[in-house]
C-alpha cells in the first residue's frame, strides 16, 4: 500500500482551491484521499479518549489529541505537512516565505467537539513559546462524513471590532481550510452545536510560524569549515591556513 508521501505531491495545494474574499483564506474540497480522511475519523473515534486534553475557555469545549503516539494516523498525515515539498507549496501557495512547521504540536494536533460545544469568537495564540516562533498559518482538516451545517459547528469570521460576521466555512468533510494570522482575525461558532450524541465534529489542525531571528554578528554566517587560521580560528579556505 501507498503512503501519504507517495499519495500527496505538491500538487495538493494547486487544485481545487477556492479564495474567499473578504477575509483571505484558501478552502480545498476532498483534500484527502477519501478513504484516508475516513480512517482518520474512525481513528478520532476509536481512540483512548483519557489520553485527550479538555479545552475550555470563556466557555468554549472541546478536545484535543496532540501525542501522536496514540494516533498513527495523524502522525502520518502530519509528517507529510511538514515535510519540504508540502511546505514550500504553502509558500508559494500564500506568500509567506520561512514557513517553519512545529513538531512540538502546540496546539494543533486532532480536535473533537460534540453536541451542545461552542467555541467562542477568539484571536489565535501569536507566538510558540517552547520553540520562540510567530504564529503565520493555519491548516485545518475536516474529518466528519456527511456532516450536516445545519449542526453548527462551521466558523464564522468577524470584522476587526468583532461586531458583525463577515465570513462563514462550513465544516464540510474532507475540507481543507487555510489562513494567515491576523492580530484581529476573530473566529469562531458561537451556536451549540446540535448534531447527533454519536456524531462529533472532528479535525486535523497544523500550524505554521515564522522566525525573525538574525545572524549573531560575532559570528556571521559561514559553511562548514574545514581548516583553521594561524590565529587558531576555524576557516572555509586552505589559503588562509
Given at each position: 500500500?501507498?503512503?501519504?508521501?507517495?499519495?500527496?505531491?505538491?500538487?495538493?495545494?494547486?487544485?481545487?482551491?477556492?479564495?474567499?474574499?473578504?477575509?483571505?483564506?484558501?478552502?480545498?474540497?476532498?483534500?484527502?484521499?477519501?478513504?484516508?480522511?475516513?480512517?482518520?475519523?474512525?481513528?478520532?473515534?476509536?481512540?483512548?479518549?483519557?489520553?485527550?486534553?479538555?479545552?475550555?475557555?470563556?466557555?468554549?469545549?472541546?478536545?484535543?489529541?496532540?501525542?501522536?503516539?496514540?494516533?498513527?494516523?495523524?502522525?502520518?498525515?502530519?509528517?507529510?505537512?511538514?515535510?519540504?515539498?508540502?511546505?514550500?507549496?504553502l509558500e508559494k501557495l500564500t506568500g509567506i516565505d520561512g514557513l517553519i512547521p512545529d513538531p512540538k504540536l502546540i496546539g494543533s494536533g486532532y480536535s473533537w467537539a460534540?453536541?451542545?460545544?461552542?467555541?467562542?469568537?477568539?484571536?489565535?495564540?501569536?507566538?510558540?513559546?517552547?520553540?520562540?516562533?510567530?504564529?503565520?498559518?493555519?491548516?485545518?482538516?475536516?474529518?466528519?462524513?456527511?456532516?450536516?451545517?445545519?449542526?453548527?459547528?462551521?466558523?464564522?469570521?468577524?470584522?476587526?471590532?468583532?461586531?458583525?460576521?463577515?465570513?462563514?466555512?462550513?465544516?464540510?468533510?474532507?475540507?481543507?481550510?487555510?489562513?494567515?494570522?491576523?492580530?484581529?482575525?476573530?473566529?469562531?461558532?458561537?451556536?451549540?452545536?446540535?448534531?447527533?450524541?454519536?456524531?462529533?465534529?472532528?479535525?486535523?489542525?497544523?500550524?505554521?510560524?515564522?522566525?525573525?531571528?538574525?545572524?549573531?554578528?560575532?559570528?556571521?554566517?559561514?559553511?562548514?569549515?574545514?581548516?583553521?587560521?594561524?590565529?587558531?580560528?576555524?576557516?572555509?579556505?586552505?589559503?588562509?591556513?
Amino acid at each position: 500500500m501507498k503512503n501519504l508521501h507517495e499519495i500527496l505531491t505538491d500538487d495538493v495545494f494547486n487544485k481545487n482551491i477556492h479564495l474567499t474574499n473578504p477575509v483571505p483564506m484558501w478552502i480545498i474540497d476532498n483534500f484527502l484521499p477519501e478513504n484516508i480522511a475516513k480512517a482518520m475519523y474512525r481513528e478520532i473515534i476509536d481512540s483512548d479518549k483519557s489520553t485527550w486534553k479538555k479545552f475550555t475557555r470563556n466557555d468554549s469545549l472541546m478536545y484535543e489529541q496532540n501525542d501522536m503516539s496514540h494516533v498513527p494516523k495523524a502522525f502520518e498525515l502530519i509528517s507529510y505537512l511538514h515535510s519540504r515539498n508540502a511546505v514550500e507549496s504553502l509558500e508559494k501557495l500564500t506568500g509567506i516565505d520561512g514557513l517553519i512547521p512545529d513538531p512540538k504540536l502546540i496546539g494543533s494536533g486532532y480536535s473533537w467537539a460534540g453536541t451542545g460545544c461552542t467555541l467562542k469568537p477568539h484571536t489565535d495564540f501569536n507566538w510558540n513559546e517552547q520553540s520562540k516562533l510567530h504564529r503565520a498559518l493555519s491548516l485545518i482538516i475536516y474529518l466528519t462524513p456527511d456532516w450536516n451545517p445545519k449542526w453548527h459547528g462551521g466558523l464564522d469570521f468577524y470584522d476587526g471590532k468583532r461586531e458583525k460576521v463577515i465570513q462563514h466555512v462550513d465544516c464540510l468533510f474532507n475540507r481543507c481550510l487555510i489562513w494567515k494570522y491576523e492580530k484581529l482575525g476573530w473566529h469562531g461558532h458561537v451556536n451549540p452545536m446540535t448534531c447527533p450524541e454519536d456524531i462529533g465534529r472532528t479535525t486535523v489542525r497544523v500550524f505554521y510560524f515564522t522566525s525573525n531571528s538574525s545572524h549573531n554578528p560575532e559570528d556571521l554566517p559561514h559553511r562548514s569549515q574545514y581548516w583553521m587560521d594561524k590565529n587558531g580560528m576555524p576557516c572555509d579556505n586552505r589559503d588562509q591556513i
